[in-house]
């Protein structure tokens, strides 16, 4: 048995849907029927319809490949899109942990910063405080050694 088309051209109709009107054609119009070699030997306009049904038929197949490779296409696009957006997601985290790495070497930095200058701070205060200390003690004992001497002289003039 061969499927033919009922006819050379399906019947169109319209859709009324108000939001999209179009045209389009309907199942039965596109159905193959099926038909006996045997009636069609004597009529060539079955015959004519077979080799038109034919050519729609490889036309569909040529339209199917073309949206198949078109399909591929976009999909290999988005799986590059795909790709190339994880690589720039990647970069960002690298990118994020080395300036979380450059501000905690910076912020680890200033804190020895001032920790050295706090130690230097201290240090000179106790040296000003030695040195208040020994200033104090030097001048005691200078004091009592001319409260010794006047002493002394005083008791040698006597």
Known sequence: ???????????????????????????????????????????????????????????????????????????????KKIEETKKRAAEIVELRKQNEQKFSAKEQFYKQKWESIRAAQATNAQQREKAKAIREQTRHGLMEQKLMNAQSTKQQSQ
């Open 1 to 79: 048995q061969v499927a033919i088309y009922r006819s050379n051209r399906p019947a169109l109709r319209r859709d009324l849907s108000p939001r999209c009107q179009r045209w389009s054609v309907t199942m039965a119009d596109t159905m193959p029927e099926t038909v006996d070699p045997n009636t069609m030997a004597g009529d060539g306009v079955n015959l004519t319809s077979a080799r038109e049904a034919r050519k729609r038929a490889e036309l569909d197949a040529q339209l199917l490949a073309n949206r198949i490779a078109l399909l591929k296409q976009e999909e290999e696009k988005a799986w």
